[in-house]
């Protein structure tokens, strides 16, 4: 488990305290460093001093809201670059689509579903984590530039292009899934094409080509499993939504939820394990 120190923060603004305390409680389960703001221009006194990971921000508060709050991080370099995933008991299309013009990554509609609340906040963190990893490698390559015709140093710049490619394709699978979620929303025959077309991208980069391994081992582990149980394992792994295997599989959200606790048996997990832990965390 992460020390204290390596913990990843995360801010909560909201200015009910029952949903801080609902969302600290779901999110405290998976060791993330928890600070809250009851508003806005406390949130905004917050960033000053502590470099957050990731701000949940609540849409409907009194004094400022958080469409403002959203505004002056995004045009504020220090703040600029903090994933901010908007909290709203509201779904209608004019919230979420004004979000994500000020900048923000994602949004949770209230009441929090634990899985859902979970995966998203998740998918955001390691996105930030894998573009520091980037910008730190592109700093090294940089400044290793004048060493070149070393032998160890040309191993080492191979080594770092090669990882730089792995992090470009993590950071646009994360863009990807990001555009499908926004697109679910919406119902039109053009949305619908344009889902399709992300589908076959998403399975590209990570479903058909990179699970070869991970689905051997998975079978030699597992027997019992079958073609279709491994191909949710895939989608599983890489944390997606009942909603968006859904997409994949053509079915509902409710026959993916039924289809998990079906592999759940098959993998022998007790009720009280993550079945997406599990499979993120599977070796091979």
Do not use: W
Not at 138 to 167: I, P
Request: with cysteine; hydrophobic share 40%; aromatic share 8%.
């Amino acid at each position: 488990m992460d020390t204290q120190a390596n913990k990843r923060k995360i801010l909560i603004v909201d200015d009910v305290p029952k949903n801080i305390e609902l969302a600290a409680n779901i999110l405290q389960t998976k060791n993330y460093n928890i600070t809250f703001a009851k508003s806005g221009p406390i949130a905004l006194e917050k960033v000053k001093s502590i470099q957050f990971d990731l701000i949940l921000l609540d849409v409907m508060m009194p004094e400022m809201d958080g469409f403002e709050v959203c505004k002056i991080l995004k045009d504020d370099d220090a703040t600029k670059d903090i994933p901010v995933i908007f909290l709203t008991a509201r779904s209608e299309t004019e919230n979420v689509v004004k979000g994500f013009e000020l900048g923000a990554v994602d949004y949770v509609t209230k009441p929090f579903q634990t899985e859902e609340l979970l995966a998203r906040v998740k998918t955001h963190v390691d996105i930030r984590e894998k573009l520091e990893e980037k910008k730190a490698i592109e700093k090294q390559l940089k400044n290793d530039g004048a060493g070149e015709g070393d032998a160890y140093t040309e191993d080492l710049k191979k080594q770092l292009e090669s990882r730089k490619a792995e992090l470009e394709n993590v950071t646009l699978f994360y863009e990807l899934r990001s555009q499908m979620d926004k697109l679910i929303q919406d119902k039109s025959p053009v949305a619908r094409m344009e889902i399709r077309h992300i589908k076959e991208m998403i399975s590209n980069l990570f479903i058909d080509k990179s699970n070869q391994e991970f689905h051997r081992s998975l079978k030699q582990n597992f027997p019992k499993l079958t073609f279709d149980d491994m191909r949710l394992c895939s989608y599983l792994k890489q944390r997606f939504l009942n909603v968006e295997i859904a997409e994949f599989l053509e079915t509902s959200p409710e026959a993916v939820y039924t289809r998990k606790s079906r592999l759940r048996q098959k993998l022998n997990l007790t009720k009280d394990e993550d079945i997406t832990d599990f499979l993120a965390n599977f070796t091979y």
